[in-house]
C-alpha cells in the first residue's frame, strides 16, 4: 500500500471516529440537556473541525454515502473507495467502542440505558416513525447532504468553504432527522453503535440496521444522478 494512501485511509478512520464519537456521544451523554439542536450541532461541527484536519489529506468523506456520490461522480477512484469504506466503518466502530468505555465509567445508567446515538424506527424511532417512513427520511436526508458535498467542493469559489457548507447541511438535516429516525445519513455512523449496543446485549438496533446501511447509499446514488443532470444542462 502507497504511504499516500494509507495516510488518506488514517484520515479517515480519524474523521469518522471524531463524527461518531462526537456526535453520538452527545446523543448519548448529553441528549436531554442538549437537545435536538444541540445534537445536531455536535455532528456539524465535528465535520467542520475535521475538514480543517484531513481535508488536504483525504477530502474528509467520513462517510460512506459520500464517498459513494464522489465515486458515481468519478471523483475516487475504485480502488480508494473501496480502502475508504474499510477506514470509515472502523473509525465508527472503535468510537462506538471508545464512547462505550466512558459511559461504563461514569455514572450514567450503562451502554443499554443510553443507547449509544443508535438510529432506528418504529420501536426505536422517538416519533414512532415505520419503516416505510424511516426509508423516506433517509434517503432525503442523505440527497440533500450528498448533494451539498457534491456541489460545494466542485466549484473553485465555494471549495475553500465547503467544510463549513457541508457541516451546517449535516447540522440542518439533523434538525429534522432525529426526532424520526435518530438521523443516519451514514452507513458507518449507524452500524458503529449497533454492533456494539449488540455485543452489550441489545440487538435491536443492529436488526433495523440495513436500513441505515442501504437507505442512505441509495440517497447519495439519487443525489449524484441529480448533480450530474444539473451538470449536463449547465455545461
Known amino acids: ?53 484531513i481535508g488536504d489529506v483525504s477530502g474528509c468523506h467520513i462517510n460512506p454515502a459520500v464517498s459513494l456520490g464522489l465515486l458515481l461522480d468519478k471523483r475516487l477512484s475504485q480502488k480508494e473507495f473501496i480502502g475508504y469504506w474499510f477506514a470509515q466503518f472502523a473509525g465508527a466502530i472503535v468510537a462506538a467502542a471508545a464512547l462505550a ?30 419503516a416505510v417512513g424511516a426509508v423516506i427520511v433517509e434517503v432525503i436526508l442523505t440527497c440533500v447532504f ?21 457541516g451546517l447541511t449535516l447540522a440542518f438535516v439533523h434538525i429534522m432527522g432525529i426526532p424520526l429516525t435518530g438521523t443516519s445519513v451514514n452507513p458507518a455512523r449507524s452500524f458503529g453503535p449497533a454492533l456494539v449496543m449488540a455485543l452489550c ?26 448533480f450530474s443532470f444539473f451538470k449536463k444542462k449547465t455545461a
Open 201 to 226: 446485549g441489545d440487538a435491536a438496533a443492529m436488526g433495523q440496521v440495513w436500513v441505515f446501511i442501504a437507505v442512505p447509499l441509495a440517497g447519495a446514488a439519487l443525489a449524484a444522478g441529480i
Open 146 to 166: 450528498v448533494l451539498s458535498v457534491l456541489g460545494s467542493t466542485a466549484n473553485e469559489k465555494t471549495a475553500p468553504y465547503a467544510g463549513i457548507i457541508i
Open 1 to 53: 500500500m502507497e504511504a499516500s494512501s494509507l495516510k488518506k485511509y488514517a484520515a479517515e478512520a480519524l474523521g469518522t471516529f471524531t463524527l461518531t464519537f462526537f456526535g453520538c456521544g452527545s446523543a448519548a451523554v448529553a441528549g436531554a440537556a442538549l437537545g435536538n439542536l444541540g445534537i445536531a450541532f455536535a455532528f456539524g461541527l465535528s465535520i467542520i473541525a475535521m475538514a480543517f484536519v
Open 101 to 130: 468505555l466512558v459511559i461504563d465509567l461514569a455514572d450514567l445508567g450503562g451502554v443499554l440505558a443510553t443507547g449509544l446515538g443508535c438510529n432506528g424506527y418504529g420501536e426505536l424511532s422517538s416519533t414512532g416513525l415505520t
